[in-house]
């Protein structure tokens, strides 16, 4: 219902009955008192800078009038304006606060002060080169200089990035909690000079009261290095006198008792047999193969004071005491697959090397002792079984915890790291390291040997790994770029230490403890140049 304005008539948002005063005058209303509103009551409040009220000016009843709405507007356009102002002001207030205090630090910002002669220019920084030795360099600068390894052990060279003098020893860094093991892998391609340095670590501990054994040198490289540093190599090989008893004792510690030392043997026997015949089939022994061969061993150890592996191959075929579960018939038929492959130690292309009682004998006063292999050809499995047979004999020698700090350097150790049953035998002998004081060192060609021990992720491989894994010090030399990302892999490098393989020179390796690396150049003498350089052997003086 609507009414016309002049005769009272109800209109919009009009009440009938409620008749109200019209502002009939032409002057503003003025809302920033206290008084009335138009709307007939007071303010519900005021601004909060005590301006125009909040409820004059942000609320309109549906009672107003059209004049009444455009004032309302009007005042909430002001209220809007003066909030906009203040929050200008308040940003201009807080932003010279923060210039202010820019200007009172004592730094440069990171793209530097704005203005005239800020330390920006288009042309490139030249600054006068100042030399000064290395002793005040890592003074004035010490976040470039590494603090190296100490002065303590066996100079090898010096360092490629710093140009100190580096200096390696597995006893000192283990008793120093550098490294968690004396255990050193030490890869490289042929020709670059890591049989070189092998060599050089060896002789080179001597001075130290280190001695040095290598229970397998199939190239023969270690018997002229033995035979300079006063030491001794026993060459095996058909027509040679020299024979081993893998089966020997050894020298027995003083600390052990009588079943101790029973006790220690009998395992030491019983894996070198179970490894042996393992590789030589290539397959894992079944249960009933185990009986058959622990029955044997222990018959050839009751029957013979000194008991080699002819005894152990003979009461495999002819069994003399029946055990639990298996007649003698039992055992001859259990046994008799293990009798032919251990008779490939015994005879054939072997025969004269592990089939009788030791006609040499170790000696641990000598600074060093190698066994040189190099006349004994056969297959990689073959070569394989030899040095296990012969590390065993010079490994019986080594129990003796206290016979001082030892270096024990597997020579072309990837044949034996292609055969399960030999490299879980050697990973057990490593884990005595500690115990032992002794220093083991695996030399490869390459990390891609391990693709010869099983699938991936199978229990050969993950003997492989943890082979490598027991090894705290890891020595890189020179990869090929294809072989670098798969050494990065196994290893744990970074991609700034993957990157630098390839391009390593001659002599040159990664060294890796821990967590630190380093890049150092191997500096030889020219008597050690002579004797163990193979390229300089093979080049003469040319």
């Not at 709405?69 to 002001?89: T, Y």
Request: proline share 6%.
């Amino acid at each position: 219902m609507f009414w016309n304005r002049s005769s009272k008539e109800p209109g919009p948002g009009r009440i009938p009955g409620h008749a109200r005063e019209e502002n009939t005058s032409s002057e503003p209303i003025d809302v920033s008192t206290s008084a009335p509103t138009p709307f007939g009551r007071r303010d519900v409040g005021l601004a909060p800078d005590g301006g125009t009220p909040i409820g004059a000016a942000l609320f309109t009843p549906a009672s107003a009038s059209r004049r009444e709405r455009k004032v309302a507007a009007k005042v909430a356009a002001q209220v809007k304006a003066e909030h906009r102002r203040a929050l200008m002001q308040q940003q201009r207030e807080e932003l010279v606060a923060l210039r202010a205090e820019r200007r009172a630090a004592q730094y440069l910002p990171a793209r530097g002060e704005p203005g005239p002669c800020a330390l920006r220019t288009y042309l490139p920084l030249r600054v006068k080169p100042h030399r000064a030795t290395t002793e005040v360099l890592s003074g004035a600068y010490p976040f470039l200089a590494e603090a190296g390894l100490g002065s303590e052990g066996v100079l090898v060279g010096h360092d490629s990035w710093s140009g100190a003098a580096f200096v390696f020893d597995p006893w000192v860094l283990y008793s120093k909690g550098v490294l968690t093991n004396p255990n050193i892998l030490l890869a490289g391609i042929i020709g670059r000079g890591k049989s070189s340095l092998a060599k050089s670590l060896a002789t080179r501990s001597i001075a130290f009261g280190r001695k040095v054994y290598v229970p397998g040198d199939p190239k023969g490289e270690w018997t002229v290095v033995s035979r300079a540093v006063g030491g001794a190599a026993i060459e095996l090989g058909g027509g040679l006198s020299a024979r081993l008893n893998p089966l020997d004792e050894g020298p027995r510690p003083s600390s052990m008792t009588d079943a101790e030392w029973i006790a220690v043997t009998r395992q030491r026997r019983r894996s070198l047999v179970g490894a042996l015949t393992e590789s030589a089939l290539g397959r894992e022994l079944a249960a009933v193969e185990h009986s058959a061969l622990d029955a044997a061993l222990e018959t050839a150890v009751r029957e013979n004071s000194v008991p080699i592996l002819p005894h152990v191959v003979q009461a495999l075929f002819d069994p003399r005491s029946a055990v639990l579960g298996s007649s003698l018939e039992q055992l001859a038929r259990d046994g008799r697959e293990v009798g032919h492959a251990l008779t490939r130690v015994v005879s054939g292309d072997l025969a004269g090397l592990f089939d009788g009682p030791s006609t040499v004998r170790f000696d641990p006063s000598l600074p060093m002792i190698s066994l040189d292999l190099s006349r004994i050809s056969g297959s990689d499995s073959l070569i394989s079984m030899v040095m296990t047979c012969a590390s065993s004999w010079m490994e019986a020698a080594l129990t003796d915890p206290n016979a001082g700090q030892r270096w024990v350097i597997y020579d072309e150790a990837w044949r034996l790291l292609a055969q399960p049953a030999l490299l879980a035998r050697m990973q057990s002998q490593w884990k005595l390291s500690r115990a032992l004081g002794i220093a083991n060192m695996m030399v490869i060609h390459r990390l891609s040997d391990l693709d010869a021990v099983g699938d991936a992720g199978s229990e050969a491989r993950g003997l492989a790994l943890g082979l490598l894994a027991d090894c705290s010090t890891k020595i890189i030399y020179a990869q090929e770029s294809g072989e670098a990302t798969k050494t990065g892999t196994s290893l744990g490098l970074s991609t700034t230490e993957v990157a630098q393989l390839p391009d390593l020179e001659r002599g040159e390796g990664l060294w890796r403890l821990g967590e630190r690396a380093f890049v150092v150049r191997h500096i030889l003498t020219p008597t050690e140049l002579a004797c163990f350089d193979t390229n300089q052997r093979m080049i003469g003086d040319a």
